[in-house]
């Protein structure tokens, strides 16, 4: 089954330790992103890969890390979490072949990581 | 710069009447556009999307969207709201930058209630 996973789902932690949360996709897409969700604010862009070793900041890339060694994750970093980062995390794929995707590049969703920081 | 505009955060309908809830989009250059839902506790869903081709497009669930260029505005419809359509639906756009990046934009979200 084509899937994007996240893990954990469920994240409580406290300011200021380090903390990872991995996504995976099975549909060796190239592109993927990570997004917040915050109330009355829709999705915000945090930061999105284009391929492996590329990366790119989005709309709110402060306070977070991501790496993308390879295809299929794009783990996205807290390196020191604060309570503003508490949120409703989405990662996200899409190919970037056009023959696929026509010239939609529609993405494909995670269930979410709900990250509370006290 | 792009923006999506979704002009109502809450939208309530009795079972069985119309649903519309409307996006207006501001791009530069021509758009892809796309509705997506999200239920309580799930993630997002594709229901629909417009690249250019028909203007009028047809989704999942009998949801269908008109994309207007001349009032730059991709509003969703479905002719009788379902129970199961109570969820948040998110308006999106999409602009390509050279070789595949692109950005995508995401509405506020607008919170359907279908009332029995």
């Known amino acids: 089954e084509a899937q994007v996973t996240q893990n954990p789902r469920y994240l409580i932690t406290v300011t200021g330790k380090k903390l990872t949360v991995t996504c995976s996709q099975n549909?060796?897409?190239?592109?993927m992103s990570w997004y917040r969700q915050d109330p009355g604010l829709g999705l915000r862009q945090i930061y999105y890969?284009?391929?492996?070793?590329?990366?790119d900041k989005g709309d709110v890339p402060e306070g977070y890390k991501v790496s993308r060694k390879e295809k299929r994750n794009f783990p996205l970093i807290l390196e020191s979490p604060s309570p503003n980062q508490t949120s409703l995390y989405f990662c996200?794929?899409?190919?970037?072949?056009?023959?696929?995707?026509?010239?939609?590049?529609?993405?494909?969703f995670g269930p979410g990581t709900r990250l509370t920081v006290t | 710069a792009q923006s999506v505009t979704q002009l109502d955060s809450h939208v309530s309908v009795s079972e069985g009447t119309p649903v519309l809830l409307r996006c207006n989009y501001s791009s530069s250059y021509s758009p892809s556009l796309f509705w997506y839902v999200q239920h309580p506790n799930k993630g997002l869903q594709l229901l629909l999307k417009?690249?250019?081709?028909?203007?009028l497009v047809k989704g999942i669930n009998g949801f269908e969207a008109e994309f207007k260029k001349s009032e730059t505005s991709f509003h969703l419809t479905k002719p009788s709201a379902h129970m199961s359509d109570a969820a948040e639906y998110f308006c999106?756009?999409?602009?390509?930058?050279?070789?595949?990046?692109?950005?995508?934009?995401f509405g506020s979200g607008t919170q359907l209630t279908v009332l029995p």
């Open positions: 890969s284009m391929n492996v070793e590329v990366t």
């Open positions: 999106v756009v999409t602009l390509f930058r050279s070789g595949s990046a692109r950005q995508l934009t």
């Open positions: 417009y690249t250019s081709a028909a203007t």
């Open positions: 549909m060796n897409h190239e592109y």
């Open positions: 996200a794929s899409s190919s970037s072949d056009r023959r696929t995707s026509g010239r939609s590049y529609e993405q494909y």
